[in-house]
């Protein structure tokens, strides 16, 4: 018997798992309940496992069920996608779009952007997750990642959606009582506000000038895993912050706060859309990240996501 899997069988067994009984899925395939029933032995017999529990009125997925399920559906979507790609379709996104973003520019930016895209493409069922740190590369939890830095690893495409950078900035009243840090190393003797990302180290900031960098291990006085938290610390005059210009612009225009140390660069912080290479013909995520290039296209740091793109 021939051991590989076949995209029929896997369809097969989708419907199966979408439905309350086999005589339920016997009528949908218009077979009879022992042909359905047959089919399923053959397919556990040649896995070795069981994939369903059942009786006479209900059936239940076992763990090996809902293992082969997820992997299943998965390959069919890839399947398809490819076949929209190959054929040149012009049929509109369909399917469901699983999208990562950071806490605030998920929040600001992402979500409002989101929100334009289904109006757009009605078909496309979304689910946005906000954490603080994306997730692993290899996850398949997520269809499309919007990170800031361009990812390491290789194996991942990643488009660039917006130029961005970090800033170090304190409010007037803050600069008023301390002063102004006129060289990183007086960062030490400041106040802080520290953002806590995932794993990386936290009260220790990179700045540099020309090919000369900096280390600076900070005076850390306030630290949180949320930015806009960290900000309006920094608005009430707690300290100094370093955050992405694309959370803090309207308030350096507003003149809230004001940026310091302004001659020093900090490690790269653009924005980029990140997606395994399966799903480069993927119709859902291809017209999600050229609607995100198209919204930011000419977008200043700050400046609302309020409008759609130009299609």
Same mark, same amino acid.
């Given at each position: 018997m021939n051991s590989s899997a076949h995209p029929s069988e896997m369809a097969f067994f989708s419907l199966l798992a979408?439905?309350?009984s086999l005589a339920a899925a016997a009528r949908e395939l218009g077979l009879s309940a022992p042909a359905v029933t047959k089919r399923l032995a053959q397919m556990e017999a040649r896995l070795g496992v069981q994939l369903l529990t059942?009786?006479?009125?209900?059936?239940?997925l076992t763990g090996e069920g809902e293992l082969y399920l997820m992997?299943?559906?998965?390959?069919l979507a890839d399947i398809d996608d490819m076949e929209r790609h190959v054929s040149s379709a012009r049929r509109l996104p369909q399917g469901l779009l699983r999208v990562n973003a950071t806490l605030g520019f998920g929040r600001n930016h992402v979500a409002p952007l989101l929100s334009q895209f289904r109006e757009r493409y009605p078909d496309v069922d979304v689910q946005l997750q906000l954490t603080v740190a994306p997730p692993p590369l290899t996850d398949d939890a997520f269809d499309v990642c919007v990170r800031f830095g361009e990812p390491p690893d290789a194996r991942v495409i990643a488009r660039p959606i917006a130029a961005n950078r970090r800033l170090l900035c304190a409010s007037p009243a803050y600069l008023a009582g301390h002063g102004e840090?006129?060289?990183?190393?007086? *960062?030490? #003797?400041?106040a802080c506000i520290d953002i806590r990302h995932g794993s990386e180290t936290h009260g220790v900031w990179r700045l540099h000038r020309g090919k000369r960098v900096e280390t600076v291990k900070v005076n850390v006085a306030m630290s949180t895993n949320d930015g806009e938290i960290a900000v309006n610390w920094a608005l009430d005059g707690h300290g100094i912050l370093l955050r992405a210009e694309w959370d803090v612009a309207r308030h350096l225009a507003a003149g809230r706060?004001?940026?310091v140390l302004g001659r020093y660069g900090t490690p790269p912080a653009?924005?980029?859309?990140?997606?395994?290479?399966?799903?480069q013909y993927a119709g859902r995520v291809i017209a999600f990240v050229d609607f *995100?290039? #198209?919204?930011?296209?000419?977008r200043v740091p700050g400046a609302s996501s309020a409008g759609t793109p130009a299609a």
């Open positions: 979408r439905c309350s059942r009786t006479t009125r209900r059936m239940q992997h299943a559906r998965r390959i840090p006129a060289q990183p190393a007086d *960062l030490a #003797r400041h706060l004001r940026e653009d924005i980029y859309a990140v997606y395994p290479p399966r799903h *995100l290039q #198209r919204a930011f296209a000419g």
